[in-house]
Each structure stands twice: as structure tokens, then as C-alpha cells.
């Protein structure tokens, strides 16, 4: 395995955008990227699982005949390089003809979770200024709330179920349109995705992202995820977001890599039917996912052990009992990994390469990137001193985020792009991720990582899941408390409060563990799984409020 150090030190940019992108900074097309230049014949481009068992294959050469359909439709209906078209499909065959349909024409794709109401709906719609929405019928009605100018183009049920009065449908005008349509040439600084944080106030930010990503997005998945022209790949996250877009769509295909889309929910046993159907030997998904593996540990293993590779993990900092569970239970190896909308993946414990791996750490820069931590002033800080992370762009020739689209902000200080993520260097030369700015905690003077104390809980046999926040104290400030789910045996009560406090007192420190416990049926999550932390935080200071005044 290549040493990561050396591969770091030695990371040429123009070398990769030569091995890794077809056309030249001034000529490139996203569809061409990841699909024309892999259409040999019988490659396949994309696995197919329905939720009710039924499965299909589609090759490159399926994709590029109806990706030029789409795109003639579009260009029919005035759709030109530019304009952005928003997509609101399950995991199917459509979603992907959508994408690179739209990529063909020099258009840009702005996904739309299907989970999303009306609201989140017409606020992307309208910002990115989507000329059309591509919907189905499952999710047609939502979109007669939301006001916007956009057309809409409907995947019908049998004989037009769903197509409403107004629309277009979208397999019959594909068979009106030519097969053939030539590809739109843009520049690497163009934008070929509109994407939009997730955010935890206020209304999501428009992130354009340029088609010079497309190479960030491969090296991350030859680097951190390590896929391998054997592997049989599944991203289980949802292309509605950012992490199954960028690489469940966007960074396989590239690489000329079949990916799969399962239509259904999640659910143990559809994640073990499929990776067993299929014999999955790589995959990438959300902690939240991982944790319910773990929940069920005892139907998951005798059907899993040995039969995965390589798993990763994004979106949240993985649990140390997570790591040592797939490593002693599944008998494989899951490495966390960080990165945002604005950045895709740069922080990573990599599958590719070979460098220490502590357990708790985010990892290392992607190649490409230089990640530091940094304090209020952009100074630099030493090992074992908490701050932002920050991303040097005068030496990340991978760095590639624009800014938000008509927006002023903050995130960038001279020559550094500032996350907003509160994390900590290693001696070892890692980084470890704390937190949220606004998650970190600040009681009786000390701060504390709500990551730490979360990790700690989950240890404990009686703890599925665990959300800790900072509760106003006039005393202490703030004091550390913990919102906890318990496995299905367990009963909640003081007794088992107290022992839960104990427990993360003797394994962090006195003024680390949680003075209050409050058990609850699940946590507040946003749709990609992430556990909205700033929700509980702002329920406990209403409470503190009505305290008062009452």
C-alpha cells in the first residue's frame, strides 16, 4: 500500500487533472465525464434494487442515448448551458438520466430530497432560478404549493397516472427526441451542481460547484474510500444530498465504476439482503446507519462477517464502539471521514493509503489539501489547542468552493476557508473533530466536546444513541446534559441515570460527564441523519426562559 506522507508530498495537480478528467480546463462536459467516455459496450453504469425485490442493470450506452434524449428535450423547451434544472426522483433509473441529461447541455442539476415539503421546495427552486423540476407522481402534489415559474416534466405510473394537468410526460417526450445530442462544452470553473446546504439556522446557502470537483471528487474516492476496479460499490446515501450526489453518482462514475441505487428506506434487513445479493465488498454510508447495524448486531453478523472490504463513513464522527464492532464483529475495517457541502471530502482516515489510524480521529488531508486548525485570528495553532478548521487555499489546488451564490460570508479570512467545525491537532499529525463552533460546550470555565461525552455514552450496553448539548446555569454557565436512547431491554429510571453518569465520569473527567440525563424514543435528526444538537439545545433554553418569567 503507497505511504500516505509521501503521496501528499508528492501530490501534482496537473498529473491527476491529466489521468483523472477527459477534456481540458477550457473543455469539459460532466455527462461526458461520467458517462461517454466509459460507454463500451455492456459496461454497466448502474445497479437497481426496488424496494419490493425487483431489480434491473443499465449500461453507459443506455444512459448516453437517453441522457442526449433528455437534452434535446430541454434545448426544445429552451433550456440553455447554465440554466438550472432541478431534479425530485427516488433512487432510479430517471434520477440518473435527469442528471446527466441536464449535464449534456451545459445545464446545472439542483437535487431536491424527495422527504422535502413545500417550503424547502420552492425556497432551492426559486434561488437556484430552476427552469424545470423533474418530479414523479409520488411527489407531484407537493409541488402544487410552491410558487415558482418552473415547468414540470413527471415520470408517470401506468397509463399517465400522475401527470398533471399542465405537465409533461416524461417517457413520452423522451420517445419524440433524437438519441444523439452534442455535448456542451463549459470551463472547469463553471458549475455543473447547485447544491444547498443543510444548515441548522436560517435558510440554506446556494453552493455552486464547478466542474473542476469532478477531480476532487475521483481522488477521494480512489484515496479515502479505496475503490478498486473489483469492488462492488454501494453508497447508501441519498443523491438528494450532498455525500450521495458527490459520491454515489458524481465520483463512481467517473472513475467509469458502477454504483447502486436501492429505491426503499433503510432498513437492517434490506442493507443485508442487498449487500449480500450483490456481494458488496466497499461501502459508504452515515453513522446513523452504521449505529442501527450495531443496534441489531446479532441478526447482522452471522449474515456480514467478512464479506465487506473496505466501509466508510461521513457525516458525523464515528463512535469508537462503531470502529471496534465492524473491525471484531464484521471483520472489516470502516474509516471515518469530513467534509462539508462547500468542500466535498478533505479530511479522511484512508482506505488507499497507508498512516496511522487513532480511533476517534477524523484522519488526514485528502492529497491536495491542507487542513489546519487556527483560533480567532487565523494564527495557526500547535497540537492539543482546540479551533476552527481551516482549509490553506494558497495550498489546496483540490479546493475548489466558490462562495455562496449572492451571498456574503464569512467563511473565508485571507488565504484560508474557515468551516466553522471546532476541532484539535495530533501529535501523530491528525485531527480530531470536537464539534460544531456552536455545539462546543463551556462549563465552570472548562469546554467540552459534546463528541467526547456521546462517545463515552454509546459504550455503555444500555445506550442506541446519544445527543449531548450545553443547558444554561447561572452557575457554571453551561452544564453538560445528555439526551440518551436506550435499547429496547433497558428500562429508564434514576438508577440507570446514575450509572450512565458515572460510567462517562470514569472514562472522561469530573467536569465532562452528563449532571442531567433525559431518555427519549429517538433524536431530532436532519433528513441526511445528522442529529440536530442546536434543536435540544434551544428547547432546554426556552425552558430556561419560561423559568424566569414565570
Known amino acids: 500500500m503507497v505511504d500516505y506522507f509521501a503521496a501528499a508530498k508528492s501530490f501534482d495537480y496537473r498529473r491527476a487533472a491529466e489521468q483523472s478528467l477527459a477534456g481540458t480546463p477550457d473543455s469539459l462536459n460532466a455527462c461526458i465525464e461520467c ?16 424496494r419490493d425485490g425487483s431489480s434491473a442493470s443499465y449500461t453507459f450506452d443506455y444512459l448516453q442515448e437517453q441522457a442526449a434524449r433528455f437534452a434535446n428535450f430541454l434545448h426544445s423547451q429552451g433550456v440553455t448551458a447554465g440554466d438550472c434544472v432541478s431534479g425530485m426522483l427516488p433512487r432510479n433509473v430517471e434520477l440518473l438520466i435527469t442528471i446527466l441529461g441536464t449535464w449534456r447541455l451545459g445545464a446545472v442539476y439542483q437535487p431536491l430530497f424527495t422527504a422535502f415539503g413545500p417550503k424547502a421546495i420552492e425556497h432551492r427552486v426559486n434561488t437556484a432560478g430552476s427552469k424545470f423540476i423533474v418530479t414523479d407522481a409520488a411527489n407531484r402534489s407537493k409541488l402544487d404549493e410552491v410558487e415558482s415559474a418552473a415547468q414540470c416534466i413527471t415520470v408517470s405510473g ?9 405537465d409533461f410526460s416524461f417517457w413520452a417526450e423522451l420517445e419524440r427526441q433524437p438519441d444523439t445530442f452534442a455535448p456542451v462544452m463549459r470551463t472547469a470553473e463553471d458549475p455543473f451542481l447547485m447544491m444547498f446546504t443543510s444548515g441548522t439556522t436560517g435558510l440554506a446557502k446556494p453552493v455552486p460547484v464547478p466542474l473542476k470537483a469532478i477531480l476532487a471528487f475521483t481522488h477521494y474516492m480512489r484515496d479515502a474510500v479505496g ?12 443523491p438528494g444530498w450532498a455525500y450521495g ?30 449487500i449480500r445479493k450483490y456481494r458488496i465488498t466497499n461501502l459508504a454510508g452515515s453513522p446513523t446507519a452504521y449505529r442501527l447495524l450495531l443496534a441489531a448486531k446479532a441478526e447482522v453478523e452471522p449474515l456480514l462477517k467478512g464479506r465487506l472490504r473496505a466501509v466508510s463513513s461521513a457525516g458525523e464522527p464515528l463512535t469508537p464502539e462503531v470502529i471496534r464492532w465492524f473491525a471484531d464483529g464484521l471483520q472489516t475495517t470502516i474509516h471515518d471521514h469530513y467534509g462539508q457541502t462547500e468542500l466535498g471530502m478533505v479530511l479522511c482516515n484512508h482506505h488507499g493509503y497507508e498512516h496511522p489510524v487513532r480511533i ?16 480567532e485570528a487565523c494564527t495557526e495553532l500547535p497540537v492539543g489547542q482546540p479551533g476552527n478548521l481551516a482549509v490553506d487555499m494558497s495550498q489546496s489546488p483540490l479546493f475548489w468552493f466558490p462562495g455562496y451564490q449572492g451571498m456574503n460570508t464569512k467563511a473565508f479570512a485571507g488565504k484560508y476557508y474557515l468551516s466553522g467545525d471546532t476541532v484539535e491537532l495530533n501529535d501523530d499529525g491528525s485531527i480530531s473533530f470536537v ?19 456521546e462517545s463515552a455514552l454509546i459504550e455503555h450496553p444500555a445506550v442506541i444513541e446519544a445527543a449531548v448539548i450545553g443547558k444554561p446555569d447561572p452557575e457554571r454557565t453551561e452544564v453538560v446534559k445528555a439526551f440518551v436512547v436506550l435499547h429496547a431491554q433497558y428500562r429508564a429510571g434514576a438508577a440507570l441515570s446514575e450509572e450512565l453518569q458515572q460510567y462517562v465520569r470514569k472514562r472522561l473527567s469530573a467536569h465532562a460527564y452528563p449532571r442531567e440525563i433525559e431518555f427519549v424514543s429517538e433524536l431530532p435528526k436532519t433528513p441526511s441523519g445528522k442529529i440536530q444538537r442546536f434543536l435540544l439545545r434551544n428547547q432546554e433554553i426556552a425552558k430556561a426562559q419560561t423559568a424566569l418569567s414565570a
Not at 466509459?38 to 448502474?46: E, N, Q, S, Y
Not at 475503490?227 to 441519498?238: K, M, P, Q, Y
Not at 488526514?364 to 491542507?370: D, E, N, T
Open 435 to 453: 464539534g460544531r463552533a456552536d455545539d462546543v460546550i463551556t462549563t465552570s470555565g472548562y469546554r467540552v466536546g459534546p463528541f467526547d461525552v
Open 360 to 375: 476517534g480521529a477524523a484522519g488526514y488531508a485528502v492529497p491536495g489539501h491542507r487542513v489546519v486548525v487556527v483560533d
Open 245 to 274: 450526489l458527490y459520491y454515489a453518482v458524481t465520483g463512481p462514475l467517473a472513475m467509469g465504476h458502477p454504483t447502486l441505487f436501492y429505491e426503499g428506506a433503510f432498513t437492517v434487513e434490506s442493507t443485508c439482503r442487498v
Open 35 to 50: 458517462c461517454d467516455r466509459h460507454a463500451l459496450p455492456g459496461r454497466i453504469a448502474l445497479f437497481w434494487e426496488g
Open 227 to 238: 475503490l478498486r476496479a473489483e469492488d462492488a460499490f454501494w453508497n447508501v446515501a441519498d
Open 158 to 166: 401506468p397509463k399517465g397516472v400522475g401527470i398533471a394537468r399542465g
